[in-house]
């Protein structure tokens, strides 16, 4: 992989990311931008460029949004969803242990049997 395909990527999770703040900040906190930025300790302009995936916040700033929007990091970051470990354990509750560590095994040979083909 070539630099400039590394640096299209990351410009195109930055894009993602700063949708995903602005669809949080509008349709799930009903905030302004001015109210969020103050809230997470940025400027409002600065939140406007984090949103157009022009900027990113920091450490601080991202864990000020964690704790008022409820979503995990990973969410806001990656865009992975935040209840699959919350859904996994739920699904999994009903099954032994013995049961899951045979499931995995199963998993790991199908892959293995695929790779192989």
């Known amino acids: 992989m070539n630099s400039s395909s590394v640096i299209d990527k990351d410009k195109l999770e ?3 990311r ?3 703040i602005k669809y949080i900040r509008e349709n799930e906190l009903h905030m302004t931008k001015t109210k969020l930025a103050k809230e997470i300790g940025v400027s ?3 939140l406007g460029l984090v ?3 022009k900027g990113n916040l920091v450490y601080k700033s991202i864990k000020k949004l964690r704790n008022l929007s409820g979503h995990s990091a990973d969410y806001i970051l ?3 969803d ?3 470990i919350e ?3 739920l699904c999994l509750n009903k099954f032994s242990e013995s049961d899951i560590r045979n499931a995995f095994n199963f998993i790991e040979d199908i892959s293995l049997f695929i790779k192989d083909i």
């Open 87 to 89: 859904k996994t354990k």
């Open 18 to 20: 700063g949708k995903r």
């Open 44 to 46: 409002g302009q600065f």
């Open 14 to 16: 930055q894009i993602e």
């Open 82 to 84: 935040d209840n699959i």
């Open 51 to 53: 949103e157009d995936g």
């Open 78 to 80: 990656f865009g992975l």
